[in-house]
């Protein structure tokens, strides 16, 4: 089992930025694939963007493509999420989770497939 606590959440204005950070607990942070996934507000929660067991590949949703990277640092048992250029749509609670069951180079976007979850940072970005 991985316990997961995120961090690097705030209030920031339209164009700023943030890292978010998600440390993980135990030896085999790097047997997960790992998500970040968001939820504003009376919406579902969804997929943002997800790394492989071994930090190859990575996925995004399109809308933070190309403002958003993901990535991890399995000696520190950490997945990062750099967010640039946030936009006020970008507000809600932050999750990451990780997966156990993906390959070394795959990963997965459906939240129900993921098996363990942080609580959540919030991060709202202003007008």
């Known amino acids: 089992q991985v316990q997961l606590v995120e961090s690097g959440g705030g209030l920031v204005q339209a164009g700023g930025s943030l890292r978010l950070s998600c440390a993980a607990s135990g030896r085999t942070f790097s047997s997960y694939a790992m998500g970040w996934f968001r939820q504003a507000p009376g919406k579902e929660r969804e997929f943002v963007a997800a790394?492989?067991?071994?930090?190859?590949?990575?996925n995004y949703v399109n809308s933070v493509k190309g403002r958003f990277t993901i990535s991890r640092d399995n000696a520190k048992n950490t997945v990062y999420l750099q967010m640039n250029s946030l936009k006020p749509e970008d507000t809600a609670v932050y999750y990451c989770?990780?997966?156990?069951?993906?390959?070394?180079?795959?990963?997965?976007?459906?939240?129900?497939?993921?098996?363990?979850w942080g609580q959540g940072t919030q991060v709202t970005v202003s007008s």
């Open positions: 989770a990780a997966d156990r069951r993906s390959g070394s180079y795959t990963f997965r976007i459906d939240p129900r497939e993921y098996d363990y």
């Open positions: 790394i492989s067991r071994s930090g190859a590949n990575t």
